[in-house]
Each structure stands twice: as C-alpha cells, then as structure tokens.
C-alpha cells in the first residue's frame, strides 16, 4: 500500500470548486476484486446516453 499524504488533492483547485448539478447520479460499480478482467470491470465507467 502507497502512503498517500494528508494534504494530496487528486483534483485541482478549479476542479475542486465546480458544484454537483442535482440530478448528478453516482455510478454504481461493483469494487473491482482481481477474478475477472479488468477492462471488462472498466467498462462499467463508460458514459451511458
């Protein structure tokens, strides 16, 4: 495991500030667990219209 430190930000700060529309809806992506593929578990990220 990689010690990530407390101040890390993945994000920038522009990124950070954006607000959530209301009707943004998380995905729901089963935690990839090694037995399958990983691009098939990649997939599910895909945008859907």
Known sequence: ???V???FQPLS???E???ISCDYKMLKVDSFDN???PNTH???FRPRC
Request: avoid cysteine.
């Open 5 to 7: 430190p407390r101040d």
């Open 35 to 37: 037995t399958h593929n």
């Open 1 to 3: 495991m990689v010690d």
């Open 13 to 15: 700060i522009d990124i």
């Open 17 to 19: 500030k954006e607000e």
């Open 42 to 44: 990649l997939i599910e």
